[in-house]
């Protein structure tokens, strides 16, 4: 084990100028009610339902997605044959509000940046999760939260046939990142955002949609990608809303059946203090990070290291 105060992980708790609250209620935004984010408003139902002590609880949370469930949805995507014509995030919000008791709010239509409070506090987060698959969707993101002073955490998720990755942060100034880590308490203030970490985020081409069964055949899209993914966000939330989130990003490649994680430190946090970006090149690079820029990766609970 290195000796190095730089490489010890830490938390991320991203308490900015407010200070540090037991208490911190997060309203939550998920943008994208589709293949993944369909799954992720399941595991925001959990966890708004079961409100587990030792950490922050889930506030407000709002459902957005422009789309209505189509018959090519079902069996890919969160939805059933009932639920088809309806608008995708009322069908989610419907179904859990109902099942769970809880309070889900919707949106019929594209994110904007009205959608996010205006004022926050070491008692009221805003977290925006992201569940899109389009750089024009993401760059929306990106300019709302470039008006705000780092007050809002960004966790992306996105994914292809069988991998995708899973990143969150709360600021896109690089100066702030040199100086993240508070070892007196050993946590972490600033993550980089998505889209200042992986660049091409920002840039993805949307394709058009097949139907589940054209995906399947066509090879384009594992069938539990996007379930699979949906934990990995569930996982990432959970720990966050307790103070126990101790990675920054997470990748998988279900086809050998392998996930890796970046250690949250500020070894690791300082290569996006530069220039230089510890992104992986493509998706064919997901297990090969180039060198040597390369975030170091551990494991996740049983996940076997994996070879370089």
């Known amino acids: 084990m290195s000796s190095d105060p730089r490489m010890r992980t830490v938390a991320f708790y991203p308490a900015g100028r407010w200070g540090i609250s037991g208490n911190t209620r997060w309203n939550i935004c998920l943008v994208g009610c589709g293949g993944t984010g369909s799954y992720i408003a399941h595991a925001l139902a959990q966890l708004k339902a079961s409100q587990l002590p030792g950490g922050g609880a889930v506030g407000r949370v709002i459902l957005v997605d422009p789309d209505e469930v189509e018959e090519r949805n079902i069996g890919r995507q969160n939805f059933a044959p009932a639920d088809i014509g309806h608008p995708k995030a009322q069908a989610l919000a419907f179904r859990y509000n109902l099942g769970f008791g809880i309070d889900f709010e919707w949106v019929i239509g594209p994110f904007h940046p009205s959608l996010l409070p205006k004022d926050t506090s070491s008692l009221s987060r805003i977290l925006v999760v992201g569940a899109v698959d389009t750089g024009e969707a993401r760059r929306s993101i990106a300019s709302a939260l470039k008006e705000r002073d780092d007050d809002v955490v960004w966790l992306d998720a996105g994914n292809g046939l069988d991998r995708g990755q899973v990143v969150i942060g709360n600021t896109f100034r690089r100066a702030m990142l040199s100086h993240s ?84 430190n500020q070894h690791n946090i300082d290569r996006y203090s530069t220039l230089r970006s510890a992104r992986m090149q493509s998706a064919n690079d997901l297990f090969q990070p180039a060198e040597p820029i390369r975030a170091e990766p551990i494991p996740l609970g049983a996940s076997p290291a994996l070879e370089e």
């Open 181 to 264: 880590v508070d070892p007196r308490i050993d946590i972490a203030r600033y993550l980089p955002y998505p889209s200042l970490a992986l660049p091409e985020l920002l840039h993805s081409d949307p394709r058009p949609e097949p139907s589940c069964a054209e995906a399947l055949q066509a090879d384009l899209q594992g069938l539990f990608v996007n379930r699979f993914m949906a934990s990995i966000v569930g996982e990432h939330l959970h720990r966050l809303l307790r103070g126990q989130l101790t990675v920054s990003q997470t990748w998988i490649h279900l086809r050998p059946m392998e996930m890796v994680s970046v250690a949250i």
